[in-house]
């Protein structure tokens, strides 16, 4: 429990916070019938993506940042406590499928380690060295993009995160829901979305966590396409780890070539279930070891490598 003076202290910071505010129309929600409530909410979560949209100039040299690093070697590491560190787990955990990366390329740590994904880990959140403790643990480097999350802005865990981040040489990037907060002056890269009073007071979950998603969506989908994981808006480099994503392989690859399901099937097995590779194939007429030395000296962008067999 923190003294007096420091609870005071804190109160005072909270009642400065956006994110912490009560809105003045809200009085009456008890009393509102269910559409009525489903309205009420869908109008503030519409009012996200025009925040989100304020800061385009601050997510876009993130984005650059982050693809920089990638391209020699660098990971890029989420780093929040409750809410905010369950973002960016989950937008960690769906990138080896979605692009076929290495799990160790995007990485999420959360206050509290493992457990705290699924149920809370009380006042983890408030040890500001636990975040250096576990990027050291992870062999954190100047390669390395930090990001860390964190709806007030102040959040501790994420504080020290930083700090341990930018004393290595590591990109920081930080994604608070409050102006002028703490994790934007210790990051180089400060995305700050003012997203206001939640829908239920305080309850950041809400409307913080879905600017947090929508950011985070953009930092490792818009760096994977400057990558060349995607070809014309579709995904080339997903594992076909079950039988659904199987079928989407053989489908991008029929609606990319223009060829039947039994020629892409084929191309795909000769490919060892590569989609871009047997893409890349069919595309231009190669083999699977032309193909793959073009993908190489490509640096695995596939237009380039198509360009590239069709000149030779």
Request: glycine fraction near 10%; charge should be negative.
């Amino acid at each position: 429990m923190p003294t007096d003076d420091r609870l005071n202290a804190l109160l005072d910071v909270l009642g400065g916070l956006g994110t912490e505010a009560s809105a003045t129309d809200r009085g009456d929600l008890d009393l509102l019938d269910t559409t009525d409530l489903v309205r009420r909410m869908n109008a503030e979560d519409a009012r996200v993506a025009e925040a989100v949209a304020t800061r385009t100039a601050e997510i876009a040299a993130a984005v650059d940042g982050i693809t920089a690093r990638f391209r020699r070697g660098g990971r890029l590491i989420y780093i929040g406590a409750g809410t905010a560190g369950r973002v960016g787990v989950l937008d960690a955990s769906e990138c080896p499928p979605t692009f076929g990366t290495d799990p160790s390329m995007v990485v999420g740590l959360i206050a509290g380690g493992e457990a705290a994904v699924r149920s809370a880990v009380e006042n983890a959140e408030d040890d500001e060295e636990a975040a250096g403790v576990s990027l050291r643990e992870i062999g954190l480097c100047a390669l390395d993009t930090v990001v860390g999350i964190s709806a007030s802005g102040r959040t501790p865990y994420v504080v020290g995160g930083l700090r341990a981040a930018r004393a290595e040489g590591a990109l920081t990037i930080a994604i608070a829901s409050n102006a002028a907060s703490e994790i934007g002056a210790v990051a180089e890269i400060p995305i700050e979305i003012a997203t206001g009073p939640e829908f239920i007071s305080g309850s950041t979950r809400l409307k913080s966590g879905t600017a947090q998603k929508m950011v985070v969506n953009m930092l490792s989908t818009l760096s994977m396409i400057k990558l060349g994981k995607t070809y014309h808006g579709v995904m080339v480099d997903l594992l076909a780890t079950n039988e659904k994503l199987h079928a989407r392989s053989i489908r991008t690859v029929t609606e990319l070539t223009g060829r039947d399901v039994e020629t892409a099937a084929d191309a795909l097995a000769e490919a060892g279930g590569s989609v871009k590779l047997a893409i890349l194939m069919l595309a231009a007429g190669a083999s699977a070891a032309e193909a793959s030395h073009a993908l190489r000296e490509s640096d695995g962008i596939l237009r380039v490598a198509i360009d590239s067999l069709s000149r030779s």
